[in-house]
């Protein structure tokens, strides 16, 4: 327990950022799995509305300081040539 305000308010905040940061990663899941469903599935079409979906997401997720500009980068590319793969097959 704590015995100063500062470790209080301290507290609250890391709680409230635990929810934030859960919300996102939880959220970056659930899009990626999708996008691998439908990629399992051979649904081009689905495959490239939803990259543009995580394009969009992942990179206002750096700017709200969730992901770094690489991190984004990185997991954007790797699913794109998934989706580039599916189509060219």
């Given at each position: ?5 500062s ?7 890391t709680?409230?950022r ?20 439908a ?27 969730i992901l770094?500009k690489?991190?984004?980068?990185r ?15």
């Amino acid at each position: 327990m704590a015995n100063h305000k500062s470790a209080e308010k301290r507290i609250r905040q890391t709680k409230k950022r635990t929810e934030r940061n859960r919300y996102y990663k939880t959220r970056i899941k659930n899009i990626t799995r999708s996008l691998h469903e439908a990629v399992n599935a051979k649904d081009v079409a689905k495959a490239q509305e939803i990259i543009k979906q995580i394009n969009k997401a992942f990179h206002s997720y750096v700017s709200k300081g969730i992901l770094s500009k690489n991190t984004a980068a990185r997991k954007v590319s790797r699913l794109n040539t998934l989706v580039k793969k599916l189509a060219n097959a």
